[in-house]
């Protein structure tokens, strides 16, 4: 049994910052890949930003304004937004791919976190 605990959402007026944590927990062997998804109302979930083994990704929409880090001691993925926007609005889950202790892979997801930008 793996699981994802998300953190850090809140309320935030546009221009302003927030760090989002996701802690993974349980029988771990290894992480594969770490990433941030959202999904705004009536939207479809849209990638965010990942980080495998010494690279990371990001949509073309938070690039230059959200940073994506690891820390594999903690098994925690973060992600620093800056400079948000009204539309940066959205419910933002946490992904991994988890090779557990038993030698099976699974993709797990967290409960999700909400960032509401203001104008």
């Known amino acids: 049994q793996v699981q994802l605990v998300e953190s850090g959402g809140g309320l935030v007026q546009a221009g302003g910052s927030l760090r989002l944590s996701c802690a993974a927990s349980g029988s771990i062997f290894s992480i594969n890949f770490m990433g941030w998804y959202r999904q705004a109302p009536g939207k479809q979930r849209e990638f965010v930003a990942a980080?495998?083994?010494?690279?990371?990704d990001y949509a073309d929409s938070v690039k230059g304004r959200f940073t994506i880090s690891r820390d594999n001691v903690k098994n925690t993925v973060y992600l620093q937004l800056n400079s948000l926007k009204p539309e940066d609005t959205a419910v933002y889950y946490c992904n991994a791919v988890i090779t557990t202790n038993q030698a099976m892979s699974r993709k797990v997801w967290g409960q999700g976190t909400q960032v509401t930008v203001s104008s």
């Open positions: 980080v495998t083994s010494g690279s990371a």
